[in-house]
């Protein structure tokens, strides 16, 4: 399973190279170089990776799901699935980091059960996106977990899928997330709904 979680990975950083290939840039006019500067330029820039689309990368055993089979609900926005736990379990092999996390909005199309191509990666993770290893305290990583959850059971975009920790959260205690004119997290007003944070089976420090 660790090969398809670091080739879900790595084809999304292969997808990432492809749209980087056609990314143009504006120069004032006075600053264009003349004509056999720009072929001189042009020749060097590389031809995009040539992909097979339906080579197979992997199987999977079960659907993974982005969606409710049954009523077609999209589940990523709110609720844990495979699929996304999938997703961040890949970040977290690929990094070597204690825990991961991934936003629903960057996770696409569910995958079905059987093999996987290569098309169905880029399906799954269409969104160009940097991975990024960072050190967080316990209370940093406490409000980001506030703020991804706030607006339960309501589904929204920055929903986290997690790897390496696992939350309980009261649904009785309404959000207290404080968000500044900006609308970027500034603190709790009051006692919050995320309970019971492990990190590895031990509990989060919010001073550590």
């Not at 660790?2 to 990432?16: E, N, P, Q």
């Not at 042009?42 to 031809?47: D, I, L």
């Not at 690929?94 to 098309?119: K, P, Q, R």
């Amino acid at each position: 399973m660790r090969r398809i979680l670091v080739l879900l990975l790595l084809l999304s950083a292969a997808s990432a190279v492809l749209c980087g290939c056609f990314r143009t840039t504006s120069l004032p006019v006075d600053e264009l170089p003349d004509t056999m500067e720009i072929t001189e330029i042009a020749t060097e820039v590389p031809e995009p990776p040539t992909i097979d689309l339906q080579a197979i990368v992997g199987r999977a055993e079960y659907d993974l799901i982005a969606e409710d089979p049954a009523t077609k609900k999209w589940l990523l926005s709110s609720a844990q699935t495979n699929l996304g736990n999938l997703c961040a379990d890949a970040y977290r092999s690929a990094t070597g980091a204690d825990v991961a996390i991934v936003c629903a909005g960057e996770i696409g199309d569910s995958i079905s059960c059987g093999d996987i191509t290569v098309a169905d990666v880029f399906a799954t993770l269409p969104v160009e996106c940097n991975l990024i290893t960072v050190h967080a305290t316990g209370e940093e990583i406490l409000y980001c977990l506030e703020a991804a959850y706030q607006h339960l059971p309501r589904g929204n975009s920055e929903y986290l899928h997690l790897s390496g920790l696992s939350v309980v959260l009261d649904m009785n205690q309404n959000s207290t997330v404080m968000t500044d004119d900006m609308g970027n997290f500034a603190g709790l007003s009051g006692d919050g709904r995320v309970k019971d944070v492990l990190i590895g089976g031990a509990p989060l420090q919010a001073d550590a």
